[in-house]
């Protein structure tokens, strides 16, 4: 009997749709090379599920992540909902999400395509054969602390709280999926905080350096956001893992994307104990939406992450990224890693090629 995955797919708002369509074409391709069945079941989450049911992430949204075997999801937001209550924001789905399914711990992979390596705005010798692996603490620091939101003070000033918190279980988590990580890649780990002004990460860096004297064979360092903010761009090369608070990675991978020549080419997976959800690191780009400008390269990327994660087919995602790399190295780019002489290609016409890549290469 063959094996059956339930994929919930979540295409969002903006390009989201335009790169999750890509990925399925892809999905599909892969699905019947293993002679696997994908149930991939559509829900609407972000702006559209606003429209739709009037919350960004409808309960039968949530209800169909929590079924699932993982969640595919686009991106959220847009202009258009940049205006209502902040309890209603497309971004509040996203968070939603990762709260509800317990998604603690967020890898984004910046790794460079040799054939990118002039796409990047820094010099190539200093992105060349980058390969970083942020672990971002996805589900409590600052975004997700009380007390927040908005008061007013004595005098009647407007005041905007928010708070960074964590406990020591919660960096323990975090430290071990990196120290985990880093065990199958260089053993290195450079723990990031803010340790000399924020006593939260003052403790975040206690408890790390007591989680590493159990596991001697991993090389720990540590680094205060702002000199690893600008190490990120003077020397990347010297990263091997980087396991830092949510906010902190939220900034570091965005960095940590143009070093590999464009946001829209970082995938990610989030992970927790039972569940687990991949995603592009980019947002829903709202400016080319609906023109097939998107690079959908994240996005499938990041369907490859889910087959070595959830699926236990690590031989997939290694096809997947052998295929992207000899696109790239024929020269098609979409227009965010276009450079000349290049062949310029859409969204559609990427995805394409890579199910067609797919096709020729998995066994
Ligand atoms: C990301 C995004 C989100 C975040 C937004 C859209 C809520 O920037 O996944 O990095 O801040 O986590
Ligand atoms: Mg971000």
């Keep these: ?43 609407p989450v972000g702006g559209a599920a606003y429209e739709a049911a009037g919350h960004p992430l409808p309960e039968e949204t949530l ?17 258009k909902w940049e205006t209502i209550d902040f309890s209603l924001r497309p971004e509040r789905a996203l968070l939603g999400l990762r709260s509800s399914l317990g998604l603690f711990a967020n890898l ?14 820094l010099k190539p010798e200093v992105v060349e054969g980058l390969d970083i692996m942020v672990v971002r603490e996805l589900t409590g620091g600052i975004y997700f602390g009380q007390p927040r939101g908005i008061d007013k003070t004595e005098s009647g000033e407007r005041r905007g709280i928010n708070t960074l918190v964590y406990t020591e279980s919660e960096v323990r988590r975090i430290a071990q999926i990196a120290f985990d990580v880093a065990r199958k890649r260089n053993k290195k780990v450079c723990s990031v905080d803010k340790a000399n002004v924020l006593e939260c990460t003052g403790m975040w860096r206690d408890v790390v350096i007591e ?3 159990d596991h001697a064979d991993i090389e720990l360092s540590h680094m205060y956001v702002d000199n690893a903010a600008m190490q990120l761009v003077r020397n990347p090369k010297q990263f091997d ?18 070093l590999t020549g464009s946001i829209g080419m970082l995938p990610s997976a989030s992970l927790g104990e ?40 690590e031989d997939v995602y290694n096809t997947l990224e052998a295929v992207v790399e000899s696109v790239l190295d024929a020269g098609y780019r979409t227009p965010d890693i276009m450079s000349e002489g290049m062949q310029p290609v859409g969204c559609r016409e990427m995805g394409d090629l890579i199910a067609q890549g797919v096709e020729e290469k998995l066994a």
């Design 211 to 213: 989680f590493a004297q």
């Design 1 to 43: 009997m063959s094996e059956v995955f339930n994929i919930t797919v979540l295409p969002g708002d903006g390009i989201g749709p335009e790169v999750i369509a890509e990925a399925v074409k892809v999905l599909r391709v892969i699905e019947s090379k293993l002679g696997i069945t994908l149930n991939l079941n559509e829900h």
């Design 63 to 79: 209800a169909a992540a929590r079924e699932a075997d993982a969640v595919l999801l686009g991106a959220v937001g847009g202009p």
């Design 274 to 313: 039972k569940h687990a959800m991949y995603e592009p690191i980019h947002g829903s780009a709202p400016d080319i939406a609906g023109q097939d400008k998107a690079n959908p390269l994240a996005t499938i990327m990041s369907a490859g992450m889910m087959f070595k994660y959830s699926l236990n087919r």
């Design 241 to 258: 893992v980087i396991v830092t608070t949510n906010m902190f990675g939220d900034i570091l991978s965005d960095e940590a994307s143009m």
């Design 108 to 121: 984004r992979p910046a790794k460079i395509f040799k054939a990118l390596t002039g796409a990047s705005t």
